[in-house]
C-alpha cells in the first residue's frame, strides 16, 4: 500500500495559487486581441493607455471591435477612408491616441491609409498594439 | 471540523488536520486562476504622425530627422543634415533572414548621440510587421521621437 504525502502536494498548490493571483492582478486587459490577429513583436513594455482601438484582422477592419471595412475596399479605396473617418469624428480624442491592433502580416498600404485618416480627423498619435518580446 | 482533536494522556492536544478539503479548495481555486488568468501580454509602441507635406505640423524638419523607407529589398536610409554620413549606407538590403535591423541597430548605435527624432515610412505590399520592427529598432537606439509618415 502506497501512502500519499500531501503535505508536499498542499505546498505545490499554494504556490501555484499565490503565482496566478500575483499575474492576474498585475495584467489589465481591455484590448481583446480576437479575429486571429497575430500581433507584431516588439520590445515595448508598456500597456496600452485606454482609448478608442482599430482592428485590422486579415479579412476586415474592426472599431471598437465592430466590423467597420472589409480590407478589400480598403486597398481600393483612396488616401481617406470616408467611414472611418465618421467614426473617428464621434471618438472622444484623450491625448489625441488612438489605438491601432492589426495582424503583422497586414499590408502597410492599409495601415497607411487608416492612419492618415486618423490624422486628418485630428488624432496626433498612435499607439501600436505589440506582443512584448524579451 | 477539519480535524481530529486527539487527548492525551498528558493532557497535551493532538490535532491532525485534514488535508484532503484543504487540497480540493485549492485545486478548485487554481483551477480558476488558470481560466481567468490572461496569458497574452500586450504592450504599445508609440508613434506620432508626421507628413511629408511642406507647412505640415513637425517639430524638425524633413532633413533633420532620420528618414528610413522601407521598400521590398531593404531599407532605404536618408539621413540629416550635418551629419557625417560618408560611411553610412543609404541602402540597405535585406539578407536572407529579411531585413537588416541588427546592422541598422549597429550604425545607430555607433553615433555618440542618439538623433532627436526619425519618421518610418514603407511601400504599400511592405508587410506592418516589418514597420514595427524598424520602429522598435529606432527606439531601442534611443531615439526618443519616431514618427510614421503617411503620406
Redesign the interface.
Known amino acids: 500500500m502506497v501512502s500519499l504525502s ?2 508536499a ?2 505546498d505545490m ?2 504556490i ?2 499565490i503565482f ?2 500575483a ?2 492582478t498585475t ?1 489589465t ?1 481591455w ?1 481583446e ?1 480576437g479575429h486571429g490577429i497575430q ?2 513583436k ?8 485606454k482609448a478608442a482601438s482599430i482592428h ?1 484582422s486579415k479579412d476586415m477592419v474592426f472599431a471598437n471591435n465592430k466590423p467597420l471595412l472589409p480590407v478589400k475596399q480598403v486597398l481600393q479605396s483612396g ?1 481617406v477612408l470616408p467611414a472611418l473617418s465618421t467614426w473617428l469624428l464621434k471618438q472622444a480624442k484623450q491625448a489625441g491616441y488612438i ?1 491601432i491592433v ?12 487608416i ?2 485618416t ?2 486628418q480627423a485630428g ?10 518580446r524579451g | 471540523m477539519a480535524g481530529v482533536v486527539e487527548e492525551q494522556k498528558n493532557g497535551n492536544l493532538n490535532v491532525d488536520l485534514n488535508l484532503v478539503p484543504f487540497i480540493d479548495l485549492l485545486s478548485m481555486l487554481v483551477l480558476f486562476l488558470l481560466i481567468t488568468a490572461v496569458w497574452l501580454q500586450v504592450a504599445a509602441l508609440p508613434a506620432s504622425l508626421d507628413s511629408n507635406k511642406a507647412g505640415a505640423l513637425t517639430q524638425l524638419k524633413q532633413s533633420q530627422k532620420l528618414n528610413i523607407h522601407l521598400t521590398n529589398h531593404g531599407y532605404a536610409l536618408s539621413w540629416p543634415d550635418g551629419m557625417k554620413t560618408k560611411n553610412l549606407p543609404k541602402y540597405l538590403a535585406k539578407n536572407n533572414q529579411g531585413y537588416n535591423k541588427d546592422i541598422l541597430l549597429k550604425l545607430l548605435k555607433k553615433n555618440p548621440a542618439p538623433l532627436p527624432s526619425a519618421s518610418v515610412s514603407a511601400e504599400d505590399l511592405v508587410d506592418y510587421g516589418y514597420v514595427v520592427e524598424a520602429i522598435d529598432v529606432l527606439k531601442e537606439s534611443g531615439i526618443p521621437l519616431v514618427a510614421l509618415t503617411a503620406d
Open positions: 500531501l503535505t502536494m498542499v498548490f499554494a501555484m495559487v496566478l493571483l499575474n492576474a495584467v486587459q484590448i486581441i500581433l507584431p516588439a520590445k515595448a513594455s508598456d500597456p496600452p493607455p485590422v488616401i489605438n492589426a495582424h503583422e502580416n497586414t499590408p502597410y498600404g492599409i495601415i497607411r491609409r492612419v492618415f486618423c490624422q488624432f496626433k498619435n498612435v499607439n501600436l498594439a505589440v506582443q512584448p
